[in-house]
């Protein structure tokens, strides 16, 4: 009787947690907001483009075959599939670049959404195994969160597409389960980032604030000061292994949400400033702001 | 209308399950568990992984911080006048980590041996070629590359203080220009 009314409420509780009719706010937010992020990225690009991925470029020829995965898509096969057609390897990095920002642009615009989706991902991917050696997180980012918006329904509100269809802010059980497993793949990145950080020895003692601090590539400012405060840069490593390791139990409770959402945009706020990783920094904040910090419910209790 | 709600709820159901069926294969991905090539399944798992990234591992900073590589150029002019120059604008944080990234393949772990030695001579003519490409007149472009191993703040209160070492110099000459 007692195992049966577990299971009861057990199931009701899951049923509750994916199927509730949410809103897709969030998950436009998130769309919007990844699209600028991205398309910033793109307009930064734009005078190395052929430095990257050309096999004229920074990595040439049988290197650049060797670095990059070949089963997998890339310009040199847009080049073989438009060979008929005469194109040349910088009309075809041209019209992947091309292609790539106008898709973007219109998934940001909610235009034909899914299909935009499709296309972003589809070229966003072709030009990152074309240049597979200068690709980072916010690439990796990218092309997952791309690929979740081929499926999930983030055009459903605050979209051309909505306006065309007169729906203003629909709730439907597709937007949650959508929802859902957009914040538990969060929660697992999170989760894992912060396992492997806790076994490094420099994220206990301080040495890893300060180390990054003092790499070239991340110096943005003279922090040398932080050799006479050890105790600052040790509490700041242990803050952000808290706030990694606690991300996947604590961003759910409403009493410790808000908290949370603001130690992950404030860590990663930290990243913009302090290591000079703007475009990494300002996609890992929109993914906690956006998928946490924007209300799906009808009474608007995201952050409340 | 009920007909037409519980197809609704399957593929509702469908897409709760392929959900969790996707985020197993994320979080085996974050643990960094690879799919071998032995059988078919595997290797479609593994091409799964790079579609739709679920293959990802997310130790960004973990367990530490090692060292950076730098690349700088010394250009020999054809009116034999030398400028010393990097292969981007410091300014541009983007093309600078991604180009950074490139370098950084200079060190990777996954070669080694006569591999090794083959793959940086290779990296380096790579690099220096793009250089030749700006700088046609050039008579010479000598790649040195340096290496930057941050100190501990113990070390740093004690006076020590890191410095670039050179790690690796090759020079590569314009033949074209040396021929009568």
Request: overall charge neutral.
């Amino acid at each position: 009787m007692t195992i049966a009314r577990l299971k009861n409420t057990m199931v009701n509780w899951f049923s509750n947690f994916m199927l509730t009719p949410a809103s897709a706010r969030p998950l436009a937010a998130l769309r919007i907001a990844i699209s600028l992020v991205l398309l910033l990225q793109a307009f930064l690009m734009r005078s190395v483009i052929f430095d990257i991925f050309s096999v004229h470029g920074y990595v040439q020829g049988e290197l650049a075959k060797s670095l990059n995965n070949s089963t997998l898509p890339q310009i040199s096969h847009v080049m073989w599939l438009l060979k008929p057609f005469g194109a040349s390897e910088t009309f075809c990095i041209l019209f992947v670049s091309f292609a790539y920002v106008v898709s973007l642009s219109f998934l940001g615009l909610g235009f034909n959404t899914r299909t935009m989706a499709f296309l972003s991902w589809l070229f966003h991917w072709v030009l990152m195994n074309t240049a597979n050696s200068t690709t980072y997180g916010l690439d990796l980012y990218a092309h997952v969160f791309l690929f979740y918006f081929i499926w999930v329904p983030c055009g459903l509100t605050w979209s051309i597409d909505a306006i065309l269809k007169g729906e203003k802010n629909p709730f439907t059980s597709s937007a949650r389960v959508g929802l859902r497993i957009l914040q538990l793949h969060l929660c697992i990145t999170y989760l894992a980032s912060g396992i492997e950080k806790s076994q490094g020895e420099q994220w206990w003692n301080g040495e890893l604030m300060w180390r990054a601090l003092m790499l070239p590539v991340y110096r943005q400012f003279d922090m040398t000061w932080l050799a006479h405060w050890p105790l600052f840069s040790t509490v700041t490593g242990w803050l952000t292994l808290v706030a990694e390791l606690g991300y996947f139990i604590f961003i759910w409770p409403k009493c410790t949400r808000k908290i949370w959402v603001l130690m992950i945009v404030g860590l990663h706020f930290g990243i913009v400033i302090f290591l000079g990783l703007h475009l990494f920094g300002l996609i890992m904040m929109t993914l906690t702001a956006c998928l946490f910090g924007v209300s799906a419910e009808k009474n608007n209790e995201a952050l409340q | 209308v009920t007909a037409e709600i519980q197809s609704k709820n399957t593929w509702l159901k469908v897409a709760v399950v392929a959900g969790f069926c996707h985020l197993f294969l994320v979080a085996l991905g974050a643990a960094e568990y690879e799919f071998s090539d032995d059988h078919w399944w595997s290797r479609a798992l593994s091409y799964y992984g790079e579609v739709t990234g679920s293959s990802f591992g997310y130790g960004f900073f973990a367990p530490g911080v090692t060292s950076q590589i730098r690349a700088v150029f010394d250009v020999v002019e054809s009116d034999s006048h030398q400028n010393t120059l990097q292969l981007f604008d410091e300014s541009n944080r983007e093309v600078a980590i991604r180009i950074g990234d490139i370098i950084e393949q200079f060190m990777a772990d996954d070669v080694s041996g006569d591999d090794k030695m083959k793959f940086q001579r290779e990296l380096s003519a790579s690099l220096s070629s793009a250089v030749f490409i700006r700088h046609p007149g050039a008579k010479s472009v000598t790649i040195r590359l340096e290496k930057f191993s941050p100190i501990s703040m113990a070390d740093y209160r004690n006076g020590v203080r890191p410095e670039w070492q050179p790690l690796y110099s090759a020079e590569f000459v314009n033949h074209q220009k040396l021929s009568p």
